[in-house]
């Protein structure tokens, strides 16, 4: 009976972030109206969108390699055709469905299985995949924000200050997190906090996994940096095709990354209508030209990235399509009920090197 209710608790959930992602989307688009009418009745340059798709999904399958080669770190037997099958069906269900299984519970999934006896470092390969995904995003908002700095306008130089603020943060976080010799400062921070306590064991636990391959670490940070620049490169193709009055290209290594990261809000379809919105801001900041007609161009560039990123959902609906048993067996209860038992603080050692 508990999980009944929990499942239509969840089915709730599900229904209301759809309402609110596609409300907030008719609320982007409704604002923008007459904007979108005159992208509409001027030749959109196809040549580009096309661009703007490779450079995607490059971006795209560099991520899934990244992945692969953090779990080989670990010792892990996995094949690169399987890293990349496995990162487009997760790209489907981190993109497409709302509070399904996740595409990194179909990995970590896929690696128990296959390693039952290391578990844990299946879901130490993915919790450091996200952490260095997140680093590289803001790390390279930094480096151009302190490249802008200077031109910008006080808004923007505020906003540069946040950046700056998150991402000393964030790698002060791994540093942390990387130098056991500080986890004693962790557990006094977390005592009494029982939720935080366990997150911050199992981030412990999963960056000492990697503690002995700090070059393999700095690596994919560097990697990762690549990896969003070229998500800044394509969001600026998708947006040339369709209009000239943007920001610089130099100004949209600032603004994309800010932009992307607002897709972690967990709404569905990649947080649907708020990043529309978000990218409105952000471009009315730059003040290209008039601040109003600024916002609308940075509310419709987004919607045609978000093209690019649904044509890149269609090849990952493909390749779940082709592989969907093997997904269903992935995804059942209980295949996921294997991950349960993966205490990473009790189960993993540091690598020696």
């Not at 688009?29 to 001027?42: I, T």
């Not at 798709?53 to 670990?74: C, E, G, K, N, S």
């Not at 010792?75 to 487009?88: E, M, P, S, T, Y």
């Not at 540093?175 to 921070?189: I, M």
Request: proline letters at 3%; charged letters at 15%.
């Amino acid at each position: 009976m508990p999980t009944v209710k929990s499942s239509r608790r969840s089915m709730l959930v599900n229904v209301g972030l759809v309402v609110i992602g596609f409300g907030l989307l008719g609320l982007a688009v409704w604002s923008n109206r007459d904007k979108l009418r005159q992208v509409f009745q001027r030749q959109v340059d196809f040549r580009l969108f096309a661009l703007a798709f490779v450079i995607y999904v490059t971006a795209l399958m560099a991520t899934f390699v990244r992945w692969f080669t953090l779990v080989r770190a670990v010792g892990l037997k996995f094949r690169v055709v399987d890293a990349i099958r496995l990162g487009f069906i997760g790209n489907i269900f981190n993109l497409v469905i709302p509070g399904a299984v996740g595409g990194d519970v179909i990995k970590a999934v896929f690696l128990a299985r296959a390693h039952p006896a290391n578990k844990a470092s299946a879901v130490a390969s993915m919790v450091i995949d996200r952490l260095l995904g997140l680093a590289g995003l803001f790390t390279l908002a930094g480096v151009a924000g302190a490249f802008a700095f200077g031109r910008a306008n006080v808004q923007v130089q505020v906003l540069i200050g946040i950046v700056w603020g998150l991402l000393t943060l964030g790698l002060g976080g791994l540093f942390v997190l990387f130098t056991p010799q500080l986890y004693p400062v962790l557990e006094r921070f977390t005592a009494g906090r029982a939720k935080l306590g366990r997150i911050v064991k199992e981030l412990e636990s999963a960056a000492l996994a990697y503690r002995s391959r700090s070059r393999l670490i700095v690596g994919c940070l560097l990697a990762s940096v690549c990896i969003h620049s070229l998500y800044v490169v394509a969001f600026y193709t998708a947006s040339r095709a369709i209009f000239d009055a943007l920001p610089t290209f130099a100004e949209h290594f600032l603004i994309v990354p800010l932009v992307l990261f607002s897709t972690a809000v967990p709404l569905p379809f990649g947080a649907l209508g708020l990043t529309e919105i978000v990218s409105g801001k952000l471009f009315a900041l730059g003040q290209v030209g008039e601040a109003t007609l600024a916002a609308a161009n940075g509310t419709i560039a987004m919607m045609a990235f978000r093209t690019v990123m649904y044509a890149s959902g269609l090849l990952s609906l493909m390749v779940y399509l082709v592989n969907l048993r093997w997904v269903r067996e992935l995804t059942n209860p209980e295949a996921v009920k294997i991950l349960a038992d993966s205490d990473l603080h009790e189960q993993l050692t540091p690598i020696e090197p």
